[in-house]
């Protein structure tokens, strides 16, 4: 495995479900991010850690909730969605947290809540 | 806040033509510019990252500029393909934050 790695590609649940996005990088960096892109919108970022630690939270409604275990795994534990929730869900990582790194996203994870 | 814009949003152009793709951005204090493609249901590949000390990088038939004090960047893509049909996205920022462009659809014609 290289590079970014998002499963599920593809998730439908419903409001009331509770389920998880997974994120593996392989690229040795220590920061990762957690993106949504809509239709019709720019990218938005939700969430960054780095070294594990979180250090953004763009006023993410608590029904994400973040998890970073390690350096290389990013989760996403969703509940109680809303169908406006539904969207392309992108993990990033880059070497650091820091003004000048380049970022490196995954496949992505579409998600559809009915 | 800085505020990333393309325009316009699609192109379509025959193959082998040479062709500019535009992003503007409000707030000339960034430290970088990046150009990510996008196919139609994927994630973001990065192209091009551009440190503010730069005026341009290159990699095979892309070439990225960079005028922080009008605010602009350019994609130059030489002799498109088919292939080069996607979504080109441009995101800078600075105190560690990106902004995102919503891209420009470019369609290449056989």
């Known amino acids: 495995e290289t590079g970014v790695t998002q499963t599920p590609r593809h998730l439908v649940m419903g409001m009331t479900n509770k389920k998880s996005l997974k994120c593996e990088q392989h690229l040795g960096h220590n920061a990762m991010y957690w993106y949504k892109q809509s239709a019709k919108k720019p990218l938005e970022l939700m969430f960054v850690?780095?070294?594990?630690?979180?250090?953004e939270n763009n006023s993410v409604p608590s029904r994400f909730s973040p998890e970073c275990p390690n350096s290389s795994h990013l989760f996403l534990h969703l509940h109680t969605l809303q169908p406006e929730d539904s969207a392309l869900y992108l993990c990033?990582?880059?070497?650091?947290?820091?003004?000048?790194?380049?970022?490196?996203f995954g496949e992505g994870s579409r998600l559809t809540v009915l | 806040k800085q505020e990333v814009t393309q325009i316009p949003a699609a192109l379509s152009v025959p193959e082998g033509e040479n062709l500019v793709l535009n992003c503007s951005f409000t707030?000339?204090?960034?430290?970088?510019l990046q150009w990510f493609r996008q196919d139609p249901g994927k994630g973001l590949t990065s192209l091009l990252l551009?440190?503010?000390?730069?005026r341009e990088q290159t990699s095979g038939r892309l070439n990225a500029s960079l005028d922080k004090s009008s605010g602009r960047s350019t994609l130059y893509i030489a002799a498109s393909q088919p292939g080069d049909s996607a979504t080109y996205l441009c995101a800078t920022g600075a105190n560690s934050k990106l902004t995102f462009g919503k891209g420009i659809t470019l369609s290449v014609r056989p």
């Open positions: 707030d000339s204090a960034i430290y970088n």
């Open positions: 990033a990582s880059s070497q650091e947290h820091t003004n000048t790194g380049e970022l490196f």
């Open positions: 850690y780095n070294f594990k630690e979180q250090t």
């Open positions: 551009i440190q503010s000390s730069q």
